[in-house]
């Protein structure tokens, strides 16, 4: 499968790259957009204008440097922390899912399941502000009973793809978990 546009809950661009590597392994990569420099600047000159602005009624030049501490030490966190430049799926029939998010700042997380552990993967919906979304989740068997479910690992958290994007996703998938059961 070649790489396809779609759109997150928000209506922003994204795109799903799918890599067979072989029929009982896949990889799925949502890519969201870039850090937005236009946003960017336009959060910090809200922040310092109203720093100045502050400092213009008080003349303390202390609100104008925490101001552009603040600003830089958010945005560092946002970065860090907040901002996934892309997430990844990947399923192998025998061994198991992993999950990996890149941050914008380059730093990485990743997840591994156990196929014996993996009790199916679905697609859910959720009541998220005033509408109804669907999110792709990976279903954990219990331990003590394995016909029921201890937990959910819900999947493309940061990009969150629409319905089409998921569907695409979530059938490739079953097809992997139906040749290795």
Not at 116 to 135: F, R, T
Not at 145 to 154: F, G, Y
Request: overall charge negative.
């Amino acid at each position: 499968m070649a790489e396809e546009e779609f759109t997150d809950i928000n209506g922003n661009s994204i795109s799903l790259d799918c890599q067979t590597h072989s029929a009982l392994c896949r990889e799925f990569t949502v890519t969201a957009p870039k850090l937005s420099l236009r946003k960017v600047m336009i959060y910090t000159c809200f922040i310092w204008l109203f720093a100045y602005a502050v400092f213009f009624f008080t003349e303390n030049t202390t609100v104008l440097s925490s101001a552009i501490i603040l600003t830089l030490a958010g945005m560092m966190i946002h970065i860090h922390f907040v901002k996934v430049d892309h997430e990844s799926l990947l399923i192998i029939g025998s061994l198991g899912v992993q999950l990996s998010s890149s941050y914008a700042s380059g730093r990485e997380s990743t997840i591994f399941i156990e196929m014996s552990k993996l009790k199916d993967i679905v697609i859910n919906e959720a009541v998220y502000m005033h509408s109804i979304i669907y999110y792709l989740c990976i279903l954990i068997k219990d331990p003590a009973d394995p016909e029921t479910v201890s937990s959910v690992v819900p999947l493309f958290q940061s990009s969150k793809p629409r319905l089409n994007c998921l569907v695409q996703v979530y059938r490739s998938c079953q097809e992997i978990l139906a040749q290795s059961r």
